[in-house]
């Protein structure tokens, strides 16, 4: 089973949002990805206003001009999981010329919407929304709004409360944009009834606060959406099977940030196509606990099945079962077996040197047939015996054309 994606879009305006779009970030979004790991599926969000300085309307409406060409594409593009967080500010309105450029450069044959809408006066969050959402029905399924309840402006210093609220604002344009806000709270509601969820804030003098309750409520409902795309029967899989699962989730889980020492992985991979009689059998990559050395492993593995050879692959630290040696063999026979086309049959009770044995004799004979490559994480870590401590599984006879590579 391989890992897949589900992108999840967050859709807001930009400076009175920023609390609870951190909060997302940092909190709910890495809870639903610990959720979502036992199904192999990574969460993707998506939030175009990351890591902007709040650097005042100027630098805010520069960025919202890109941000909105963007947008459409990107909604359109991955059709995620929408998350519309909603308070008193309507947001930035681009000019007609700049609404135009954008809709017209994301345009597509199923964006008609856009040409009879009217584009002039309205906001870069309302447009997202229209074409995100409301103009199409199976993404209304996948969308779900907050709207925060009003601070209590009148407690709040003058021109804070104005950033927080068009209601309060005094600029010329804010009483129209306050109505248009309006408008689109009641579009939304209209269109995703039992999707649109009311919250209340507190304000600290500084920013909005009293958000972990609204955390978890956003992190359950998501859920309910992720669960329900994701859940799948699975039948119950062999030890075997498993194994090979926690291996690939553990390659997955330490390869994901892995960046960077390209020299290293270009070593290892001309190591493993070297020819008998080119270079050594064996190469161990060593380091402090904490240097990488799984990073590597798993970073390696996706390269190398690339690669014109049969690959053995194992990591001591993968699962409970993995410090087991005579496991790890018994596994590998039992992939040589299907490579080579062979029944083979090890008793629950066989010996060590039986298995060893057995595992030897497979590997020569797909040696003689193609390259291979031993490739195991922690050799260091396996069971506290002999054969775990000093290796002895090895066979005494190496084929010369496989190739170990060890941390």
């Keep these: ?9 967050i859709s807001s305006t930009f400076y009175d949002m920023q609390e609870e779009r951190d909060l997302l970030r940092n909190v709910v979004f890495p809870a639903l990805e610990e959720r979502l790991k036992s199904r192999r599926v990574h969460l993707g969000w ?33 059709r995620p999981f929408l998350v519309g967080l909603i308070g008193d500010r309507y947001g930035w309105v681009p000019s007609l010329e700049r609404a135009k450029s954008a809709v017209e450069e994301a345009a597509a044959e199923e964006m008609e919407w856009q040409i009879a809408a009217a584009l002039d006066g309205r906001s870069v969050t309302d447009l997202e929304i229209d074409f995100g959402v409301l103009s199409d029905p199976e993404q209304r399924k996948r969308s779900v709004f907050w709207f925060r309840q009003p601070l209590h402006y009148d407690a709040m210093a003058p021109h804070a409360a104005a950033e927080y609220s068009d209601a309060v604002a005094t600029d010329p ?18 269109a995703l009834p039992g999707r649109v969820f009311d919250y209340a804030v507190e304000w600290d003098g500084r920013k909005v606060t009293g958000l972990t309750g609204w955390a978890r409520q956003v992190e359950d409902e998501l859920w309910k959406e992720l669960d329900a795309e994701t859940a799948e029967t699975r039948p119950a899989l062999t030890w075997e099977e498993e194994e090979r699962e926690a291996l690939l989730d553990f390659a997955e889980d330490r390869a994901r940030d892995f960046a960077g020492r390209a020299s290293i992985i270009d070593l290892i991979i001309r190591f493993a196509r070297s020819k008998p009689g080119e270079t050594r059998r064996g190469l161990v990559i060593v380091g402090e606990a904490g240097s990488g050395k799984s990073a590597l492993w ?3 593995r996706a390269p190398l099945i690339k690669e014109d050879l049969f690959l053995l692959s194992h990591a001591a630290g993968a699962s409970p079962r993995a410090p087991s040696v005579d496991l790890m063999l018994r596994r590998w026979i039992a992939e040589l077996s299907v490579e080579l086309g062979v029944t083979t049959a090890l008793e629950d009770n066989a010996k060590d040197e039986e298995v060893e044995n057995v595992f030897a004799s497979l590997l020569g004979k797909i040696a003689q047939r ?6 195991v994480d922690a050799i260091d870590q396996f069971e506290a015996t002999n054969r775990g401590r000093f290796a002895t599984w090895l066979p005494k006879l190496w084929p010369a054309n496989v190739r170990l590579v060890a941390t």
């Design 173 to 190: 344009e804010a009483p129209s944009r306050a109505r248009k806000l309006e408008a689109l709270k009641d579009r939304i509601r209209t």
């Design 370 to 375: 193609r390259s291979v490559l031993v490739l």
């Design 46 to 78: 998506i939030d175009l206003r990351v890591g902007v300085a709040n650097g005042g309307a100027e630098s805010e409406e520069a960025f919202e001009a890109q941000v909105l060409k963007v947008c459409l594409e990107e909604v359109k593009r991955s």
């Design 298 to 300: 798993g970073a390696l």
């Design 1 to 9: 089973m391989v890992w897949s994606s589900r992108p999840v879009f």
